[in-house]
């Protein structure tokens, strides 16, 4: 072991063998302090003897607003494989403990602020940490020094990766033969360090409910699912982090999941035998657009994501086919068990698998959507469902649509026992007097295999297709594409539905504020705001703003420092009794306002230049 690393194997001395040692007698005595372990079990000593010392060390303690942390900046490590500079970053998990190692991905900013209630989602508390600690919040989503690529505030996955390859560092710093003879026998031996990213297998499709939304179906399907055991429970949480937007980068839809996980002994020793399968759907209003799916496993620390291009129909009256999907097996439901669930079309439950592997003995599921279909064609047209193996068709069937009892709904079954293995297309279409009209397509493959293991799976059931809280996702998806007038119509339909709700109120407000109809909005959010409300510090702002532009700046103020005495005071805040105080002619309360402002942010050239200009109109 030590031969394989000596510098020099011609001298006595060893230098990496002193150079360890010393390593690790500075991890026992000044880096295990705070811990009921050695200094060298812990991650500050690990990574201590991995690198050895730190260029610079940047401490965060005792501070009120984030959680004791150190950045550790190195430079000069290439011969590991590692960025030319890098930080890392440890800090105490809750405020007490020993020092862990962050993840941008697994922890994120939020891991770092102390007593922090806000939404799960990164960009949100990033902001929030960039507020109180900026160069702590600079390191928050990538630990690589100038990296571009944590947009949208997603933390790059390259830090973990990054840290992936740090601890794996003592491997790769071995003569080629020893690495060689290391992942001849990998399968073999335990190791300690192990990749944090998870390959995986993932289907996504679309269709549309019958109110007309158009619903993103998924699976994901990790490589594998680590979980923690406590006697004789199994356990797990998995954070799931969904965002979908346009071409240019803007966010349309974003969502967080929390999906907690518990097996029993007997459910594990079957859970163990077959693949996971994580399922959900979401609405999505017509457009081009790429969805982005993050799954982080807390129990291991591993992640997957999913990434695809998406388009979802706009409304119209041409009939429009969906992909198809393709299922292992196919349930029709009784109309009382039909529930908003992942890859249920119509009356069907498609049971499926990422994979898209069959095997001979099973019936091969066939699902497809025909929108949009007139009586005549449905009558006159025809469906062809063609499978085709090395090019070349092997079968075909063809069925008037009307033959389908479900319309818009299709259902093929076809037993897949004459079938020889194979990778195939299935292609389906619809043509009328011999011209066709549209078509869709996918793959399978048919293997020897006598059985394909089928995963067990988490899937959500959602609330039934009527409920108001589709119109509202809708009607902020529209909004974040700027189509204000219909997420003023889709706000208006849920908001009619839950007249109690601030949220939807406060949606519902400024979709009519960027419609330049702020009486509107005023009217919506009184019900939520006065002396005796507890609103929501946002919905306070945003009421403030509706009266703003209808001059009411007097109620507007008061309710601008209602929000102050229950949430506290903040430059946002200030600067919106700023610009009240200016607008209701209050020259002297305006620069105050603006003025405090400052000295909670200093960094806003556009408040003090305000400032300049209202001290040219008030001296004093």
Known sequence: FWKQRDPTPGNAENEFKTEHFRR???????????????GWRTDRGRIYIILGEPREIQRFVGKSSTYDAEIWFYQGKTDLGLPAAFNLVFFREGGHGEYRLYSPVGDGPQALLSGYFGGPDYETAYEKLREVEPELAAVSLSLVPGETGTIYGRPSMSSDLLIQRVESAPARGVEAKYAQKFLQYKDLVEVEYTANYLDSDSLIKVFRDPSGSYF??????????????????FYTTLKINGRVTTADGRLVHQFDKTVALNLTADEMNDASRVPFDYQDLFPLVGGDYSLSVLIKNE????????????????????????????????????????????????????????????????TLAVAFQLNNLAEELAAGGEVRIEFLKDGRLFRDIRRKPAEYADLPNVLEEVPLADFPPAHY?????????????????????????????RPWFSSRVLPDAGDPVYPEIMGAQLFNLGRYQESRD?????????????????????????????AAAVRTLAPFVGPQKTAKYETHILAAEALKRTGEFGRAVELLDQAGAHYGVN??????????????????????????????SPDQPQVRKKVDELKKKDPR
């Open 24 to 38: 690790v007698a500075y991890a026992n005595g000044y880096l295990g302090r705070d811990a009921p372990r050695p």
């Open 216 to 233: 993103v179906h998924y699976a994901v399907e990790p490589r594998r699912l680590s979980v923690n055991q406590y006697e004789s429970k």
């Open 299 to 362: 129990a291991s620390k591993e992640f997957t994501s999913v990434e695809k291009s998406l388009r979802i129909p706009l409304a119209g009256t041409a009939v429009q086919m969906t992909q198809p999907l393709l299922g292992y097996r196919a349930v029709h439901l009784e109309p009382a068990a039909r529930r908003m669930k992942a890859f249920r079309i119509g009356p069907y439950q498609i049971y499926c698998q990422p994979n898209r592997v069959f095997a001979r003995q099973e």
């Open 425 to 453: 297309t299935v292609r389906v279409s619809l043509a009328s007097a011999g011209a066709e009209i549209v078509s869709a397509s996918d793959e399978f493959d048919l293997t020897f295999a006598e059985a394909v293991p």
């Open 490 to 518: 889709s706000l208006e339909r849920a908001f009619q539905r839950k007249p109690d709700s601030e949220n939807t109120a406060a949606s519902l407000a400024r979709a009519y504020l960027a419609l330049a109809d702020a």
């Open 571 to 600: 430059a946002v805040l200030l600067n919106s009794v700023g610009e009240c105080y200016e607008g209701w002619g209050k020259t002297k309360e305006a620069l105050a306002a603006f003025e405090k402002s400052l000295e909670l």
